[in-house]
């Protein structure tokens, strides 16, 4: 079918009831430019006031109910055509009209769905469609709102390839050649019987045929028929993390002249997808391995919010994410709770990145008020085919995840659940395998505090308590709970039906399970950030055990401060783990929500063995004494900075990081002293001395000799601001955005962490303001502000192009002169993410 973008000329509003309409209560659309998120638009507020989403779990954001609509025109010749509208993604409730008809719906925000719309559409005159979504107390984080994701407007004639309907597998593979399967369903919605021919061609990267292969298939009316095609690609070129090979194949129907309505020699349709030639095999002894080599998965879980985009899902924004996340040591993510949007799946298929999709947070038991388990009884497997039909293709798609931290798995009829979702699942991929993130201490949450059971504290009070606040309460003893007999009783069936063990903060399971289930492999799903250490060694010593993931690899919008650094008072005797109004972000991830990396992400690089320098964090000396108190999700007080002004002879603990015997530190050349580090003392180390501006320098030894070293420097003189952009050039279509990063620095480039101010942005040309913030974990400033102020020296700008030409971005700040940069908008000829083919 042609493919057509159909993101422009929208208008939205916060939906009114008709009846507040007639009595007065206007509120006008404005225009808006799909993908758009309306809740990052939205005030937040503090409870107590408006009805929020969820207090913290939302960063305070209200929920609401919101409309959008589109006028089109539809060209007469169209008429007899099939059309179809694809939604990629609408959170949530969402329910389409198309010229005031009722013509569908789709409660879950994160499948991809189509409406039917020829039989609605008025030809050659203007059309309306519009759209309604809803949310409120629906989600454990930040959801945000609206059509957040791309739309697309599908024509075809009434013989077809269906939508989604050709996927490609590779199951046998070696060095001399590859089989290729190919099956294609084409779909008749004439009257009569039509046979067409199949023509299939594979490409590779150079464009060149290497493989082709022509089917004729006979379709009944209204009967569906799928052709299966063996192709065989010589000396392929496999695909893996490390060399990202991908493939072409396109798929024609020609019609072969039979039926009297039909044409002879035409193109009826056309279809290409990208693919890979990969294996993947598991067993206990090996663990996985793609394409022969065992794979260890150092894995991040994701939430799919763009930071300062808020939910808004832009192709070029979800391929940065994977980039720097690989660029940090991570060669795996899970999506977390909810299917990976297309463009981060093109991503991964192209950077390497392998994925874990995962399906749902909740099933038939709820954990919010109004949450998907209220839909999951009926549209479940309408979901989870959904989910299947946009990842069969992604060579990066190792693994489906069916649950996070479902309470069921811990009863029968949960398990009876997991059976019957994982078989969905292998009905519709049998390529791929099957996990389900159990959390054991939630899977026998009945039973804590029961005559002869374990008890349980309460799990804390205040705004945001839930499961983050019980298994950051429980630390250590949540672990021995994951590894008690009762959890191994309760949980044996839900493990049971599936091909990968997934496990959430249970790595006292991981020697266990060898001998308790000697069948069993197990994957840390999730797993605090600060005991990578440990994990990441626990996984190197058992093969069963296929990797860890992180929670999270990129921090997010909502859960507000599980990762906040906190320090014990007379008033707050024990850590809270729910900040208070204004606070914005979770707080705990490797890289902060502008992308820029954090001590932790340093660490787990050297913890990987990726990283053979040492890395240098200072504890903000303000805080210097006091206890400590972070859950188990905050990485210390720390930043990569040695400019500290106001606390000149004051006491400075100093981090460093490395794998190595030993590290030097040296503060303006004169040393501080040798201390043993690597892996036997957690891969770190501390310091103390009085500060004093100059240049530490860590030179960590191995033997004797020298293996690595870095430097930290004070920033000094006046304050400069600096303004780069991540790409000098961009597509005017696609998705594509540009990244301007502002720095606050000295006149030689060191970063300024401590002269944060306001920054003020004019831009002009072909493009726009997105959005504009900074990591300031608890900032009442907006995303769509042209003033912001900076954090640690830091903010990030978003501008989305309007068509070819120039953007111009002019930045400003009190006391620094200013700075202009500019990037170039190329015109492209076709939208960078369509297929768009004209059969005519």
């Known amino acids: ?29 404005r225009p808006v430019t799909l993908p758009h998120d309306a809740m990052i638009e939205r005030e937040r507020t503090a409870p107590g006031g408006e009805v929020t989403m969820e207090g913290g779990a939302g960063a305070y954001f209200p929920g609401g109910t919101y409309e959008y609509r589109k006028t089109f025109t539809v060209p007469e010749e169209l008429r007899g055509r099939r059309i179809l509208f694809e939604f990629e993604g609408v959170h949530r409730d969402a329910v389409v009209f198309i010229n005031g008809d009722y013509a569908g719906q789709r409660p879950y925000g994160y499948s991809h769905f189509h409406i039917d719309a020829d039989r609605f559409l008025r030809f050659g005159e203007a059309n309306e469609i519009r759209v309604e979504a809803r949310t409120h107390r629906d989600s454990r984080w930040y959801t945000g709102a609206g059509i957040y994701r791309d739309t697309w407007m599908l024509v075809g004639e009434v013989v077809r390839i269906a939508p989604d309907g050709v996927r490609v597998s590779t199951p046998d593979i070696d060095t001399g050649r590859a089989v290729v399967e190919i099956a294609t369903r084409v779909e008749n919605d004439s009257t009569a019987i039509r046979t067409v021919d199949v023509v299939t061609d594979i490409r590779d990267a150079d464009a060149g ?3 082709s292969d022509v089917s004729k298939v006979t379709v009944l009316p209204g009967e569906p028929a799928t052709v299966r095609q063996r192709l ?28 009297a309505d039909s044409n002879a020699d035409v193109d009826v349709d056309v279809e290409t997808v990208a693919f890979g030639i990969r294996s993947l095999s ?34 070029r924004a979800e391929e940065r994410r994977v980039r720097l996340l690989k660029d940090a040591g991570f060669n795996a993510i899970r999506m977390s709770h909810n299917p990976m949007s297309k463009p981060m799946l093109d991503a991964c298929d192209r950077l390497g990145m392998l994925v874990v999709d995962e399906s749902f947070d909740v ?30 293709n992604h060579p990066s798609v190792i693994m489906y995840s069916i649950g996070n931290e479902i309470p069921e798995t811990g009863s029968p009829s949960g398990a009876a659940w997991g059976r019957k979702l994982a078989g969905k699942v292998r009905s519709l991929d049998h390529t791929r395998y099957v996990t389900n993130a159990v959390n054991g201490l939630l899977a026998v949450m009945s039973e804590l505090g029961k005559p002869g059971g374990q008890s349980q504290e309460n799990p804390g009070d205040g705004e945001g308590a839930g499961i983050n606040t019980l298994m950051a309460d429980a630390g250590d003893m949540m672990n021995a709970i994951s590894a008690s007999g009762l959890v191994t009783e309760r949980t044996a069936e839900s493990f049971a039906v599936l091909d990968v063990a997934g496990m959430n903060y249970a790595e006292a399971r991981y020697a266990l399970d060898r001998d308790l289930f000697p069948n069993r492999i197990i994957l840390g799903t999730e797993t605090f950030p600060t005991r990578i250490d440990g994990n990441w060694r626990l996984v190197g010593q058992h093969a069963h055990v296929i990797g860890d993931f992180t929670w999270t690899g990129w921090d997010y919008l909502g859960e ?13 005797p024990r850590p809270s783990h729910s900040a208070p109004y204004p606070y914005l972000l979770a707080g705990c991830g490797d890289l902060d929500i502008t992308g820029h990396r954090r001590p932790a992400s340093y660490y787990r690089e050297i913890v990987f063995g990726l990283r053979a320098e040492p890395y240098i964090a200072v504890r903000r000396p303000e805080h210097h004494g006091k206890t400590w108190a972070g859950t188990p999700w905050a990485w210390s007080d720390t930043i990569s900075s040695w400019t500290w002004p106001g606390f000149e002879g004051a006491p400075a603990t100093i981090e460093v990081y490395g794998d190595a015997d030993e590290v030097e530190l040296l503060l303006d050349g004169s040393s501080l002293g040798r201390r043993p580090v690597g892996a036997d003392h957690r891969f770190r180390t501390e310091f103390e001395t009085p500060y004093e501006p100059g240049e530490l320098l860590a030179i960590t030894y191995r033997d004797g000799t020298e293996t690595g070293r870095t430097t930290l420097r004070s920033a000094t003189g006046p304050v400069r601001l600096r303004a780069e952009t991540d790409r000098p050039a ?17 006149p030689d480039g060191t970063l300024h962490t401590a002269a944060d ?7 002009t040309g072909s493009g726009v303001l997105l959005g504009f913030g900074s990591a300031d974990p608890a900032s009442t400033e907006r995303f769509d502000a042209t003033e912001r102020r900076t954090y640690e020296g830091r903010a990030l700008a978003v501008l989305r192009p309007t068509g070819p030409g120039r953007i111009s971005l002019l930045a400003s700040a009190p006391d620094c002169d200013p700075v202009e940069v500019d990037v170039s908008v190329a015109a492209a000829s076709d939208d960078i993410r369509a297929t768009v083919i004209n059969p005519e």
């Open 1 to 29: 079918m042609i493919r057509t973008p159909f993101n422009d000329d929208w208008e939205t509003r916060p939906k009114v009831s008709p009846f507040a309409e007639l009595s007065g209560a206007k509120v006008p659309f």
């Open 209 to 211: 045929v290497v493989a």
């Open 232 to 259: 065989y690609v010589r000396a392929p070129l496999v695909w893996s993390p490390d060399t990202p090979a991908l493939y072409a194949a396109t798929v024609t129907l020609k019609d072969t002249g039979s039926g």
């Open 282 to 315: 598991l067993d206990p002894e090996n663990g996985l391995r793609i394409n022969g080599e065992t794979v260890k998965l150092r894995g991040a879980c994701v939430h799919h919010d763009n930071g300062v985009l808020g939910a808004a899902t832009y192709a």
């Open 363 to 392: 099933w038939t038991s709820g954990k919010s008020e109004f949450d998907y388990s209220l839909d999951f009884p009926e549209w479940w497997e309408r979901d989870i085919e959904a989910m299947v039909a946009k990842d069969f």
């Open 560 to 572: 507000v401060g599980i990762g906040r650094p906190q320090y014990l008072t007379p008033e707050t």
């Open 730 to 746: 961009i597509a005017a279509h696609g998705g594509d955005l540009a990244y301007i990063t502002l720095t606050l620095t000295d």
């Open 757 to 763: 101010r306001p920054v003020r942005l004019e831009v």
